[in-house]
């Protein structure tokens, strides 16, 4: 990396708000338009970024970074290098909320095939650190801390016999790789369903709702009485800290 990169990002950022502090090599993409519709819900189980708090600060990522969903929620700094025609100067900052799926019909120009490392960002993001006509520029990436407003939310959805919990708003390191729920008696392992969506096959209608949440790093918070025993399936219930 040139001396003039190094210093950019020496100076702008705080060492306390990285996750690990290489750099590695990625390419960057982008789909939909400037509005982010086509970015909206996908893989990690999240639906209207705009009222869930991600908005158009997003990527959907390729096979080796998705992790089969367990990257959903980790923020990334990512700035365009190597390519003066294209790139613009700064960074970005991103949330995975999305994958970018294989495509093992074609072997050129295929970016999310494995074992590549590709961020596919809205648009909006895409043209902060380069030109629209570039379609396609190399990036310096990193995890850095997901920097969240309010607490940590927990969707409900399913029915009386099963409950699946989306968990987004998670600040710290983001992604999630542990959730217990406990109604009126003991701690209930949850399992993964697909992205930050978990899931339990216990009754817990008419039961307030307690939760223990643990991300990547080893981290867990006790979310105690988030949903009260007239809590409903659709609803969205703020656990009030975050990490």
Not at 59 to 64: D, E, I, N
Not at 184 to 200: A, E, F, L, P, Y
Request: aromatic fraction near 12%; glycine fraction near 12%; charge should be positive.
């Amino acid at each position: 990396m040139s001396s003039m990169c190094s210093s950019r990002i020496s100076n702008r950022f705080r060492p306390n708000a990285i996750v690990n502090g290489g750099w590695d090599d990625a390419r960057a993409t982008f789909y939909g338009d400037m509005t982010g519709a086509a970015t909206m819900k996908g893989a990690c189980g999240y639906g209207d970024l705009f009222q869930q708090g991600y908005g158009l600060e997003t990527a959907a990522l390729s096979t080796a970074l998705f992790n089969n969903g367990e990257a959903c929620g980790a923020c990334f700094e990512i700035m365009c290098v190597n390519d003066p025609k294209w790139c613009l100067p700064g960074t970005i900052r991103i949330t995975a909320t999305n994958f970018c799926p294989p495509n093992y019909t074609k072997t050129v120009g295929v970016w999310c095939n494995p074992p590549q490392k590709h961020f596919d960002l809205s648009m909006p993001m895409f043209l902060k650190i380069a030109q629209y006509r570039a379609g396609v520029v190399p990036v310096k990436f990193r995890r850095v801390l997901c920097a969240k407003q309010g607490g940590v939310k927990f969707e409900i959805s399913g029915n009386p016999y099963w409950n699946i919990v989306l968990v987004y708003n998670v600040g710290g390191v983001g992604d999630v790789t542990d959730v217990k729920i406990k109604g009126s008696g003991n701690w209930i392992q949850m399992v993964r369903d697909w992205g930050q969506k978990w899931k339990t096959g216990s009754v817990l209608t008419g039961q307030s709702l307690s939760f223990q949440v643990t991300t990547s790093n080893g981290k867990m918070l006790q979310f105690d009485n988030v949903a009260d025993p007239s809590w409903q399936f659709g609803k969205t219930y703020d656990g009030r800290k975050n990490f």
